[in-house]
């Protein structure tokens, strides 16, 4: 796919009559970083860059609409097929296990997580791998932005990831995050001990036609589940999780305690404590029906 755009810019440059020089002026990069693209050398071309050639060019977004393939390459194939059903998501559901789910993490965070991947090959594939995720959070501030509700392992807020400012910067994005009201943010506490999603994350898409596909991941692998029977057991299982984990305001409250430094965290209360305060939020709310294990099953929210 690098290599058809990198065609498509040759092509599309010469018809225009212009130099890779000219072309780099009113992109503003240099003429080697154009002759990397059109060779597909080097690294691939940022999502900002692809804008500025599709308009330089005036490609009619043909360079934006072939970005996506571009940069998913940089990606293990496992993860490729998750990227392509997220991307047109209504509706996203995560329980992370180890770290911040890529859609919520800062610049720094992601830096950090990617760079102990298994399959990194270098500090060129790192930025770009940096650069694709940044670009896909874009999707969040979108008119077609998907309701996204995350499930936080305790583990998730008390792993340093990238250090202490890396980590600070990292809850307080998330405290921002959950002033947006399609986004909802939980924490799974230490003292609920074993659950079904032991051992690696779990995501469940709601593509536009009411369809669903599961994703679990660890740290070297991923499995896309598109099996409906399949699909309804990993449902059911972050369901379990949602009723499980701290109530919105509580796991905000857990993850402000973290971030300023109360590492024995927010006061924390029993089991049987949390499902009486979740159901009395609901009420409260007038939230949704429960299934299973007492998750409320959010409301499709009326779109701009």
Do not use: C
């Amino acid at each position: 796919m690098a290599a058809l755009f990198g065609s498509r810019v040759r092509r599309l440059r010469t018809a225009a009559g212009l130099t890779q020089a000219e072309l780099g002026a009113k992109t503003h990069v240099v003429s080697t970083r154009i002759t990397q693209i059109e060779r597909s050398s080097g690294a691939k071309p940022t999502l900002d860059l692809a804008r500025a050639l599709d308009a330089a060019l005036a490609a009619d977004n043909l360079l934006v609409d072939l970005w996506p393939y571009v940069y998913r390459e940089a990606f293990p194939d496992w993860s490729r097929a998750f990227m392509a059903h997220s991307a047109k998501a209504v509706s996203i559901g995560q329980y992370a296990a180890h770290v911040v789910p890529g859609l919520l993490q800062t610049e720094d965070y992601a830096r950090a997580v990617l760079s102990v991947g298994r399959s990194l090959t270098g500090e060129e594939q790192l930025e770009e791998r940096v650069a694709a995720r940044l670009a896909r959070q874009e999707r969040l501030g979108s008119p077609d932005r998907p309701d996204l509700w995350v499930v936080l392992d305790e583990a998730v807020l008390r792993r340093p990831v990238g250090g202490r400012d890396t980590m600070h910067g990292q809850l307080a994005r998330l405290l921002e995050a959950t002033t947006e009201p399609h986004i909802t943010v939980q924490v799974l506490p230490f003292d609920q001990g074993e659950h079904d999603a032991l051992g690696g994350s779990l995501t469940v898409l709601t593509q536009p036609d009411g369809s669903e596909v599961a994703y679990t991941e660890g740290a070297h692998y991923g499995q896309l589940v598109e099996d409906p029977a399949e699909v309804r057991r990993f449902t059911v299982s972050y369901d379990r999780l949602r009723a499980a984990a701290l109530p919105p305001l509580m796991s905000l409250g857990m993850i402000r305690s973290v971030m300023e430094g109360n590492h024995r965290g927010a006061n924390v209360p029993s089991r049987s404590e949390r499902r009486r305060l979740a159901q009395e939020q609901l009420q409260q709310s007038g939230g949704g029906r429960l299934r299973g294990g007492g998750g409320r099953i959010p409301r499709r929210r009326a779109r701009p």
